[in-house]
């Protein structure tokens, strides 16, 4: 599984809801304890970062920023 996949199973059951980072990560490691709290970065997730991930700007992503450090799940 991949980190892109790990995060957003574990954040699935939150769609529409406004998450602060710090939130985001305590759900994904309560949901996979030995996910690399180093690779968790919300904004790669979303549109607008400057190395993000492949999902950044597809219907794919996993968040859209409201502002730093909180992400709305879509």
């Not at 957003?8 to 529409?16: I, K, L, N």
């Not at 030995?34 to 950044?56: I, M, Q, R, T, Y």
Request: glycine share 6%; charged share 30%; proline share 4%.
């Amino acid at each position: 599984m991949t980190n892109h996949e790990m995060i957003a199973d574990a954040v699935r059951g939150y769609r529409g809801e406004i998450l602060t980072t710090s939130k985001i990560k305590k759900i994904v490691l309560r949901a996979y304890p030995k996910f690399s709290e180093g690779s968790l970065l919300p904004n790669d997730h979303a549109a607008g970062n400057k190395h993000p991930c492949w999902c950044a700007t597809t219907k794919d992503r996993i968040f859209d920023r409201i502002k730093r450090g909180s992400y709305r799940v879509l």
